[in-house]
């Protein structure tokens, strides 16, 4: 089955540090790929749409110069996370539909990058 | 805007009891249907789809969808301690980005 990896699965570093979180469709390629963010005891709240070579499009309330998406192959979406405050610690989660595939076709979800900002 | 609905539990079920999680939503356009579960700390895994009227079987679960009422529900028989986790309905997918509800916390007890 669809495969997405992601990477790291657990970060936990300084006030004002960048960081950035790898998500990669090991078996199938995507031209759309979804960024995620869970707070504790909350739904996933979706964060942006990142699509392949053109910009990432942003949900209402997040912040495009904080968080950074870059999605420059039909594999691989970055996030980074620039100046990261505590506030900013969460749970991260992308997910991905291969290409070509419509809406019946669920998507997939990497592990998650647990974010801890001190 | 899309919306989700689902009772944020938790439910509790004893073991080999029948779970029933519910779910209504906003988009009568909505064509297809997902169930994910969750477990603590961890990222959602597909349970089942469903895209047409009616029931829809693969093992122990059956997923229900009646679109004309704008409802739909997943069946987990002889439900197990490990089934406890926290079930997520969302409307489409592929290339469309996923609706979440707040999701249904099951505890099913030993």
């Known amino acids: 089955g669809a495969v997405v990896s992601q990477h790291p699965s657990w970060v936990i570093c300084k006030s004002g540090t960048s960081v950035k979180i790898e998500c990669r469709s090991l078996?199938?390629?995507?031209?759309?790929m979804f960024w995620y963010r869970q707070f504790p005891k909350q739904s996933l709240m979706l964060m942006a749409t990142?699509?392949?070579?053109?910009?990432?499009?942003?949900e209402q309330g997040v912040e495009k110069d904080k968080f950074l998406i870059n999605h420059a192959s039909l594999t691989l979406s970055t996030l980074t996370v620039t100046s990261a405050h505590p506030e900013d610690s969460s749970f991260y989660i992308c997910?991905?539909?291969?290409?070509?595939?419509?809406?019946?076709?669920?998507?997939?979800f990497g592990d998650g990058t647990r974010l801890s900002i001190l | 805007q899309k919306e989700v609905e689902q009772n944020s539990g938790p439910l509790s079920v004893p073991e080999g009891a029948i779970a029933s999680l519910n779910c209504t939503y906003s988009?009568?356009?909505?064509?297809?249907f997902f169930w994910y579960r969750q477990y603590s700390g961890k990222s959602p895994e597909l349970i089942m789809f469903?895209?047409?009227?009616g029931d829809k079987e693969d093992g122990r679960f059956t997923a229900q969808l009646n679109k004309a009422s704008q409802y739909v529900s997943l069946l987990i028989r002889d439900s197990q301690p490990s089934d406890s986790a926290t079930y997520l309905c969302a409307p489409e997918g592929g290339n469309t980005p996923l609706v979440f509800g707040k999701g249904t916390r099951l505890s099913v007890i030993a």
């Open positions: 078996d199938f390629q995507a031209t759309t």
């Open positions: 469903i895209y047409s009227n």
């Open positions: 990142s699509n392949e070579g053109s910009k990432a499009t942003y």
């Open positions: 988009d009568r356009g909505s064509q297809s």
């Open positions: 997910s991905a539909t291969p290409q070509g595939e419509y809406s019946n076709q669920p998507q997939h």
